[in-house]
């Protein structure tokens, strides 16, 4: 029999449909779930909803359809397509008693239902409301509450509510007179003399230059016939901004820039070169340009985006109010978090040929959850040597001016950015404009390490030695981020976050050999990589010499060769051929960390700190020298450096859990700091390869250190969750349960712990351990010691009386 349902191209087999499932009756409805007379969830469409509701208020005792069910009826469903069976009245599926009337199809013009309506849908929201009723939603849970995206998903940073543009405008449109300068020669002008206001418009007393500090355009006035203006929003070293209405865009808000001041060449250079760049823009963390405009008088305007946001600097401002005019700076995982949003719109622009030139606080404006980049008036081409250069003092690079701008210079703006950000930067355009306090001066990051070293290369005097991308600067910034959250909040280490320059360590055990320190990626844009890539030669010997012939002796093919000579204890020949990469490029921090290694595995754990200490500041955001390093400060005489750098990495991420527990096991154990041992094991996850030997070393740590009842009975407890083998385990049992039994007999107090399950007494204690006994008798492949055993198992037995 052919199926009947709509569009079904099924065959009726054994009473069912073998392509949808449903009988050949049925109306292709499944009801959804509903609430009946009794308060159940139960099944039922919106109708059916609405029934039960009626139901309840005419009394308890009727059903669904306001028939009053047989408490004693039985048998199958009878509701189309339901496998249910009728118990005490009601479906046990679909809760429907058996005198409901089955819903009629939903269909719209005709149409067959989708697939997914014939299936039963738990009530959710608004259906679980009698009918007819209302109620308030309650506010998200911090779980399913949604996340902002500045913050990359590793901390949360609150958004900013939306501004009101007509709030914006500025009442006394008037340029501070701290701000007038002569657009020629630089000679304040404009300014109060004996308690007279300064003029707005007139000629500088020195070159006789016009200038003209006053709004061009009024409120009101139309420019180009197309745009309203509401009102001057605020003044800038290039111009006027105001606020304006588009008449052919359904009055959408708008921003007019224009020229402070007509006589300033520069700025009108700049004005044009702005134009040009941002026509060229195109980018959602970018501010957008709509037009180019003239008014009547001839003067020209570009028209952005409204952005309706507050500037990082207005946040600054904010905090600094709020918390009685002392300065409050953001805290350290806001502003990487602002920081490492933006940074894309650099990368745009480099990546066209662009520089941004003058990055602050003011010039990013956080707009609800995300960024925008403004004000390009200082955008100029990588290649420009003519054009005028805008920077801030305090924020531009220190060459700015002798050599020009490049992507190292915006780097450098955006590291002095992140520090005013997060800290009291005083001095910052004064003492320090061109240099960094001592990391001691920083009270609100003390701690922060990697943060201070992120800046410090971000910043460097030299630009070679700065990160020459934004996005390596992103990528190092993410990582800093993850470990100043995750030191915030200890043993909640991040799931692994994988590295683009390392692999993860492979130590799950407290042994530790070279071997096991992460390894470095390859470089696969280096030009002997695809060469390598395609080397099949396994023997050491044979490879070696393979490497040696290679087509070009790139950083790549000597670092491969450094691994095969380290492998066979050659530091010598390993340092030759760091030297050589070196010698090609003396920013290449691979070739140092191998140096590092090298002496690590010479157990020259002094002379390896120097080089993993070295990679730390070129890549302060990776865990990886991190980890060496703490190795290094372990078995060099550092403990307490190492202590720290352990738990950085235990709780930053997933994969450096394991070997940091266990060397911050290690160190505590040194100093018999039981508990500090215990708490340093307890990180490792019982997903971890590393748990059993976690667990192995906690009883271990507990017999050494432990000095009560109830940490022997602590460590035997850690033996049965070990899982390990069986003469193992009865070898810990003997030795735990005598120790155990020796401190009872030593003392008259009565047992308040319990071992292996009863009390800590002679009674209980004397079982277990001649159990222990026999059972480590029975692994001894040597006579003698087997028959010892057994001795020692009946010395402990109690004596009984016939």
Same mark, same amino acid.
């Given at each position: 029999?052919?199926?009947?349902?709509?569009?079904?191209?099924? =065959?009726?087999?054994?009473?069912?449909?073998?392509?949808?499932?449903?009988?050949?009756?049925?109306?292709?409805?499944?009801?959804?779930?509903?609430?009946?007379?009794?308060?159940?969830?139960?099944?039922?469409?919106?109708?059916?909803?609405?029934?039960?509701?009626?139901?309840?208020?005419?009394?308890?005792?009727?059903?669904?359809?306001?028939?009053?069910?047989?408490?004693?009826?039985?048998?199958?469903?009878?509701?189309?397509?339901?496998?249910?069976?009728?118990?005490?009245?009601?479906?046990?599926?679909?809760?429907?008693?058996?005198?409901?009337?089955?819903?009629?199809?939903?269909?719209?013009?005709?149409?067959?239902?989708?697939?997914?309506?014939?299936?039963?849908?738990?009530?959710?929201?608004?259906?679980?409301?009698?009918?007819?009723? +209302?109620?308030?939603?309650?506010?998200?849970?911090?779980?399913?509450?949604?996340?902002?995206?500045?913050?990359?998903?590793?901390?949360?940073?609150?958004?900013?509510?939306?501004?009101?543009?007509?709030?914006?405008?500025?009442?006394?449109?008037?340029?501070?007179?701290?701000?007038?300068?002569?657009?020629?020669?630089?000679?304040?002008?404009?300014?109060?003399?004996?308690?007279?206001?300064?003029?707005?418009?007139?000629?500088?007393?020195?070159?006789?230059? @016009?200038?003209?500090?006053?709004?061009?355009?009024?409120?009101?006035?139309?420019?180009?016939?197309?745009?309203?203006?509401?009102?001057?929003?605020?003044?800038?070293?290039?111009?006027?901004?105001?606020?304006?209405?588009?008449?052919?865009?359904?009055? !959408?808000?708008?921003?007019?820039?224009?020229?402070?001041?007509?006589?300033?060449?520069?700025?009108?250079? @700049?004005?044009?070169?702005?134009?040009?760049?941002?026509?060229?823009?195109?980018?959602?963390?970018?501010?957008?340009?709509?037009?180019?405009?003239?008014?009547?008088?001839?003067?020209?305007?570009?028209?952005?985006?409204?952005?309706?946001?507050?500037?990082?600097?207005?946040?600054?401002?904010?905090?600094?109010?709020?918390?009685?005019?002392?300065?409050?700076?953001?805290?350290?995982?806001?502003?990487?978090?602002?920081?490492?949003?933006?940074?894309?719109?650099?990368?745009?622009?480099?990546?066209?040929?662009?520089?941004?030139?003058?990055?602050?606080?003011?010039?990013?404006?956080?707009?609800?959850?995300?960024?925008?980049?403004?004000?390009?008036?200082?955008?100029?081409?990588?290649?420009?040597?003519?054009?005028?250069?805008?920077?801030?003092?305090?924020?531009?690079?220190?060459?700015?001016?002798?050599?020009?701008?490049?992507?190292?210079?915006?780097?450098?703006?955006?590291?002095?950015?992140?520090?005013?950000?997060?800290?009291?930067?005083?001095?910052?355009?004064?003492?320090?404009?061109?240099?960094?306090?001592?990391?001691?001066?920083?009270?609100?990051?003390?701690?922060?390490?990697?943060?201070?070293?992120?800046?410090? !290369?971000?910043?460097?005097?030299?630009?070679?030695?700065?990160?020459?991308?934004?996005?390596?600067?992103?990528?190092?910034?993410?990582?800093?981020?993850?470990?100043?959250?995750?030191? =915030?909040?200890?043993?909640?280490?991040?799931?692994?976050?994988?590295?683009?320059?390392?692999?993860?360590? +492979?130590?799950?055990?407290?042994?530790?050999?070279?071997?096991?320190?992460?390894?470095?990626?390859?470089?696969?844009?280096?030009?002997?990589?695809?060469?390598?890539?395609?080397?099949?030669?396994?023997?050491?010997?044979?490879?070696?010499?393979?490497?040696?012939?290679?087509?070009?002796?790139?950083?790549?093919?000597?670092?491969?060769?450094?691994?095969?000579?380290?492998?066979?204890?050659?530091?010598?020949?390993?340092?030759?051929?760091?030297?050589?990469?070196?010698?090609?490029?003396?920013?290449?921090?691979? @070739?140092?960390?191998?140096?590092?290694?090298?002496?690590?595995?010479?157990?020259?754990?002094?002379?390896?700190?120097?080089?993993?200490?070295?990679?730390?500041?070129?890549?302060?955001?990776?865990?990886?020298?991190?980890?060496?390093?703490?190795?290094?400060?372990?078995?060099?005489?550092?403990?307490?450096?190492?202590?720290?750098?352990?738990?950085?990495?235990?709780? +930053?991420?997933?994969?450096?859990?394991?070997?940091?527990?266990?060397?911050?096991?290690?160190?505590?154990?040194?100093?018999?700091?039981?508990?500090?041992?215990?708490?340093?094991?307890?990180?490792?996850?019982?997903?971890?390869?590393?748990?059993?030997?976690?667990?192995?070393?906690?009883?271990?740590?507990?017999?050494?250190?432990?000095?009560?009842?109830?940490?022997?009975?602590?460590?035997?407890?850690?033996?049965?969750?070990?899982?390990?083998?069986?003469?193992?385990?009865? =070898?810990?049992?003997?030795?735990?349960?005598? =120790?155990?039994?020796?401190?009872?007999?030593?003392?008259?107090?009565?047992?308040?712990?319990?071992?292996?399950?009863?009390?800590?007494?002679?009674?209980?204690?004397?079982?277990?351990?001649?159990?222990?006994?026999?059972?480590?008798?029975?692994?001894?492949?040597?006579?003698?010691?087997?028959?010892?055993?057994?001795?020692?198992?009946?010395?402990?037995?109690?004596?009984?009386?016939?």
């Amino acid at each position: 029999m052919k199926c009947t349902q709509p569009g079904c191209t099924g =065959r009726i087999v054994d009473g069912y449909c073998d392509v949808c499932g449903m009988p050949p009756a049925a109306s292709g409805y499944r009801p959804p779930f509903a609430v009946d007379a009794a308060g159940t969830v139960s099944a039922g469409g919106p109708d059916v909803v609405a029934q039960a509701a009626a139901a309840a208020s005419a009394g308890p005792s009727r059903g669904v359809q306001g028939a009053a069910p047989s408490r004693h009826a039985s048998g199958p469903c009878p509701q189309p397509g339901c496998p249910g069976q009728i118990v005490d009245g009601y479906c046990d599926y679909c809760g429907n008693p058996p005198t409901a009337a089955p819903p009629p199809p939903s269909t719209v013009g005709g149409a067959a239902p989708a697939a997914s309506q014939t299936l039963a849908s738990a009530a959710i929201g608004s259906a679980l409301l009698p009918g007819g009723q +209302t109620a308030k939603r309650p506010a998200a849970s911090a779980l399913h509450r949604p996340v902002t995206r500045i913050g990359a998903g590793i901390t949360t940073v609150p958004p900013a509510p939306l501004a009101d543009p007509t709030k914006q405008l500025m009442t006394d449109p008037v340029v501070p007179e701290d701000k007038r300068f002569c657009p020629n020669c630089g000679e304040p002008i404009g300014r109060s003399i004996d308690g007279q206001p300064g003029r707005l418009s007139g000629f500088c007393p020195k070159c006789q230059t @016009a200038y003209n500090f006053k709004p061009t355009i009024k409120a009101g006035e139309l420019v180009a016939g197309q745009y309203e203006v509401a009102g001057a929003l605020a003044y800038g070293g290039m111009g006027w901004i105001y606020l304006a209405r588009d008449k052919n865009v359904s009055g !959408r808000w708008v921003v007019l820039k224009g020229l402070l001041n007509a006589g300033d060449t520069d700025a009108k250079m @700049a004005a044009l070169s702005e134009q040009e760049f941002m026509a060229q823009v195109e980018h959602p963390l970018i501010v957008e340009i709509y037009n180019f405009v003239s008014d009547a008088d001839g003067a020209r305007y570009i028209v952005m985006e409204y952005v309706p946001g507050v500037s990082l600097k207005d946040i600054l401002k904010r905090r600094q109010a709020d918390n009685g005019g002392a300065m409050n700076p953001l805290p350290v995982d806001w502003a990487l978090a602002y920081i490492i949003e933006i940074i894309p719109a650099f990368t745009y622009l480099h990546d066209r040929g662009l520089l941004y030139c003058d990055f602050k606080p003011d010039n990013v404006m956080q707009v609800g959850d995300s960024e925008k980049l403004i004000d390009l008036g200082g955008v100029r081409h990588v290649h420009d040597e003519t054009s005028p250069m805008y920077g801030t003092v305090g924020f531009q690079a220190p060459e700015l001016a002798a050599k020009g701008a490049s992507v190292p210079s915006d780097v450098y703006t955006i590291g002095r950015t992140l520090l005013v950000l997060c800290t009291e930067f005083r001095g910052y355009q004064g003492e320090f404009a061109t240099s960094l306090p001592p990391l001691a001066d920083l009270p609100q990051i003390t701690g922060q390490d990697s943060l201070y070293r992120l800046v410090l !290369r971000a910043c460097a005097p030299n630009p070679d030695d700065r990160f020459q991308s934004a996005e390596e600067f992103r990528q190092q910034a993410l990582g800093v981020l993850r470990e100043v959250v995750g030191v =915030r909040t200890p043993g909640a280490a991040f799931a692994s976050a994988p590295s683009p320059l390392f692999e993860p360590p +492979t130590q799950t055990g407290d042994a530790f050999t070279w071997t096991q320190l992460p390894k470095l990626r390859p470089d696969t844009a280096d030009s002997g990589w695809d060469w390598l890539n395609r080397l099949t030669i396994n023997s050491p010997a044979e490879r070696l010499a393979a490497l040696r012939s290679a087509p070009e002796q790139t950083a790549e093919i000597l670092l491969e060769q450094a691994r095969i000579v380290l492998s066979a204890g050659d530091r010598v020949a390993s340092k030759r051929l760091t030297q050589a990469i070196l010698a090609q490029n003396p920013w290449d921090w691979r @070739a140092i960390w191998m140096d590092g290694v090298a002496a690590l595995m010479a157990g020259d754990y002094v002379g390896a700190q120097p080089a993993f200490n070295a990679v730390y500041g070129q890549v302060p955001g990776e865990l990886a020298p991190k980890f060496a390093l703490a190795i290094a400060c372990e078995r060099g005489g550092q403990a307490a450096t190492a202590e720290q750098l352990y738990g950085v990495c235990a709780s +930053t991420d997933a994969n450096y859990v394991t070997p940091s527990a266990f060397g911050l096991a290690r160190l505590r154990a040194a100093r018999s700091d039981l508990k500090g041992v215990l708490d340093a094991l307890n990180l490792v996850p019982s997903t971890s390869r590393g748990y059993t030997e976690s667990r192995r070393l906690r009883a271990q740590h507990l017999m050494a250190l432990g000095t009560s009842l109830a940490d022997l009975g602590a460590a035997l407890d850690a033996v049965a969750a070990a899982k390990l083998d069986a003469p193992t385990y009865a =070898r810990y049992s003997v030795e735990i349960l005598s =120790r155990a039994l020796d401190t009872v007999r030593a003392t008259k107090d009565a047992p308040t712990v319990s071992i292996g399950g009863l009390p800590a007494t002679d009674k209980a204690l004397r079982p277990q351990l001649e159990r222990a006994y026999r059972d480590l008798a029975a692994y001894q492949s040597d006579a003698g010691e087997r028959a010892r055993l057994i001795e020692q198992a009946n010395a402990t037995r109690r004596w009984s009386v016939l």
